[in-house]
């Protein structure tokens, strides 16, 4: 008999920025659910697309994760390492028919609005991109806080472009590649990939690769409805004092008020509070819209 796999969370930021309000939803949300379930968590700094890399970035965001009392297990890894993986993985989807070359362009693609069901170029001086196959099929998954999703995925996602032309790895390919490698058995991140998640199942599929369970937090909105923008939430959230972000991100996963207590270090503080984390209770939709962080002291 196969022993059930040790649960396994993560928290994958891209290092464009430091760390914001809604960022540290999702590490905190992923650290909880990972810890409930009695297992591991890990980081993975998604660092595929130097152009909009920020230098010292990830840095600042692991020294970010550390001051609100979160540490990895295992060492963190780096998506700019794993490209023989990426490579990997390619090479078998190439083989199998479920990828292949394509030199579309964007423009080629606006009367499908952008969707790629089918090539209509093939100038052979165009660097090609590579994409998955996406059959004309529903695919339909159980998030544990949205419910049942559903997806056309050749009506409404299209063929799904795995490396580009340019020669970057694309995020849909590396992040299954990179979960299963890390045995990553649940995924909790930010409802803005509820949308893609239909697409990476189908990807593992096609690799023989598990598929984890996913958890989608609400988005954080801002005090006018709309999804952080350059508003005071997406203002880095302060290393020196994580005491308000951290508490104001726990009472936005749902959870009750007092069971985390501004005392002493917040590593132990998220070890207390841990008792009481009861997934059931995260919202499905934006929780309560955040004004300010500040005023939860
Ligand atoms: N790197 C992605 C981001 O920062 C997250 C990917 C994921 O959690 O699957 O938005």
Redesign the pocket.
Known sequence: MTQPARPCGRF???PTGPLHFGSLVAALGSWMMARHRGGDWRVRI?DLDPPREVPGASERQLHTLQAFGMTADGPVWRQSGRHPAYADALRRLLASGDAFECRCSRSQLEATGGIHRACVANDSSRPAAIRLRLPDTTLEFEDSVQGVFRQSLAREVGDVVLRRSDGFWA?QLA?VVDDAAQDITD?V?GAD?LDSTPRQIHLQRCLGLPTPAYTHLPLVLDADGQKLGKSLQSLPVDDSDPWPALIAAWRFLGQAPAALARSGKPELALQRALAAFDPARIPRVHGQPVSRIDTVR
């Open positions: 994958a930021p891209s998604e995020y992040v995924v991140r990939l």
